[in-house]
């Protein structure tokens, strides 16, 4: 994941991978090796689903969304993934849709748009928010909408401001919601910590 979010351990394995001088942690397989990885699990397997472990999948470029359309073709096989409402546009959405997307999650994680952004580094307003999920209620991709509760610095006013701004999202078929783990090293339990 490009992504700092920090209740997350991506930001601290990009910065482990410079300190170690190991490059960038941000890595991607070419279409070929996908290929390859599809081919060899329905052969193994019988593999008749895919969930695609990708924190945001569609943050890649949009080139590569295509390619991996193009490239997918030939299995269309149902496949779940998971992104970001910031990262989709209905042209990448039907590209998927066309080639087996049989649904995904979004992460939302809080509906207070002050506290996404302060607290967890999740730069995106709720009005883009609305605009992206009825994009996305438009193509008819079903998804998920991944929440986190009890975090640092939130109150029961807060935890109330997402319940309220998920029911106005409303195009989701179901809700995720997690109890926040304050996980080593990441920004948000550094934050807590340092605070008391």
């Known amino acids: 994941c490009p992504y700092t979010c920090t209740f997350c351990n991506s930001p601290t394995q990009v910065t482990l991978a410079k300190e170690r001088e190991q490059g960038n942690y941000l890595r991607r397989k070419s279409m070929e090796q996908l ?11 019988q593999m008749e689903f895919l969930y695609i472990n990708d924190d945001a999948f569609m943050s890649r470029p949009k080139q590569e969304i295509k390619a991996f359309a193009e490239m997918y073709k030939e299995f269309k096989i149902p496949f779940w993934f998971q992104t970001r409402f910031e990262d989709i546009s209905s042209e ?11 649904r995904n999650s979004f992460g939302l994680e809080h509906g207070n748009e002050k506290f996404r952004k302060e607290k967890l580094h999740r730069n995106i307003s709720n009005e883009k928010i609305l605009n992206q999920a009825a994009i996305a209620a438009s193509v008819g991709i079903p998804y998920t909408l991944n929440n986190i509760i009890g975090m640092p610095y939130e109150t029961r006013d807060l935890l109330f401001e997402s319940i309220n701004f998920n029911r106005e999202i409303g195009s989701y078929d179901s809700v995720s919601v997690n109890i926040f783990v304050p996980y080593r090293g990441t920004i948000l339990r550094e934050m807590a910590l340092k605070e008391g």
């Open 35 to 45: 290929r390859k990885e599809i081919s060899e699990m329905i052969e193994l397997y």
């Open 92 to 102: 990448s959405l039907e590209w998927l849709a066309e080639v087996g997307a049989y």
